[in-house]
């Protein structure tokens, strides 16, 4: 089996599987293990299809980075107060019923030979950056937040396996699947994101800038520097109206992708990210854990998928 590494976005997987599953199954505390389960469940089946083997469970040390925060203060700012009935499966804001589960999603990977890697004030996103940028085999990047997207890299063999419309409607994201969703290359991904803004993320982009707008000046300008050199100059191949929305938008822009870039050069342990089979001690308490946590098929699924390596 050729060698390739699966990045786990982790929290988005586990908050995907945390309201995708019922919290109604739980272990004999009354803790619920749903979160724990999906996460599970997803492991096995992704690490199979694609046929991963290697895998790392990136991490968010700091979901909410000071360094980011002091560039623009609303980023994730209303996640924080944000009163939880049902958000969106990405949302960062942890209710109590989740928050009991990370310990053993923890321990539970511990047990699997899944290593978590995260890295104090920097969120899951740098870390898989740095350690897509530095893979020496190809790399599928499982998430469901499409920042990520500028990491695509058909040449580099870096792809985004997306979960945003559900595990069973997974997007497998290239170069050319960018493309053909915003006119812009995957390069130029993250410079169309700081200009298009993005509510979720506390970004308020350019006023008047949507994403096709975005997208034709990146096509005519290359890259956001060229563009506001471009607005700076009053050079052709740009109206007046979108000059005048991106010279009144020059302070945001100044900060915009350092915010939104992931950082692709942080000083990450070495880690043991190779796919084993599971066995001795550690799969007799994950069988042990399986019983008494209540998590059913999932940890007999892990161990299939992860027996296969």
């Known amino acids: 089996m050729a060698d390739r590494l699966m990045l786990l976005d982790t929290a988005s997987l586990y908050f995907r599987a945390f309201y995708g599953i019922p919290d109604k199954i739980r272990r004999a505390d009354g803790t619920p293990v749903n979160a724990v389960r999906g996460l599970l469940d997803m492991i096995a089946r992704l690490t199979t299809e694609f046929e991963s083997t290697r895998i790392v469970a990136c991490w968010d040390d700091d979901w909410r980075p000071a360094w980011r925060v002091d560039l623009i203060p609303s980023y994730k700012a209303h996640r924080v107060a944000e009163v939880v009935a049902g958000p969106a499966p990405d949302v960062e804001e942890v209710p109590d019923p989740l928050e009991a589960q990370i310990p053993m999603i923890r321990e539970t990977l511990a047990l ?163 796919i084993r089979p599971i066995d001795g001690e550690r799969r007799e308490r994950l069988e042990a854990l399986a019983t008494e946590w209540n998590l059913g098929t999932s940890v007999a699924r892990v161990i299939a998928a992860f027996d296969r390596g």
């Open 112 to 274: 699997a030979g899944v290593p978590i890697v995260g890295k104090a004030e920097h969120e899951a996103d740098d870390v898989i950056g740095t350690l897509a940028t530095g893979a020496s085999a190809p790399v599928d990047v499982v998430t469901g937040d499409r920042d990520l997207f500028q990491l695509v890299d058909d040449a580099a063999g870096v792809r985004v396996v997306y979960t945003a419309r559900g595990m069973s409607n997974l997007e497998l994201v290239t170069d050319a699947v960018v493309v053909g969703k915003y006119g812009v290359l995957p390069q130029q991904y993250a410079d169309f994101a700081a200009m298009r803004g993005d509510a979720s993320d506390g970004l308020p982009g350019v006023a008047g800038v949507g994403e096709k707008t975005a997208a034709g000046l990146l096509q005519t300008f290359v890259d956001l520097d060229g563009i506001r050199a471009a607005a700076e100059s009053g050079a052709p191949g740009m109206s007046a109206g979108v000059r005048a929305k991106l010279l009144a938008a020059g302070d945001y822009l100044d900060v915009a992708p350092k915010v939104v870039e992931v950082v692709r050069d942080l000083d990450l342990p070495e880690v043991d990210d190779v």
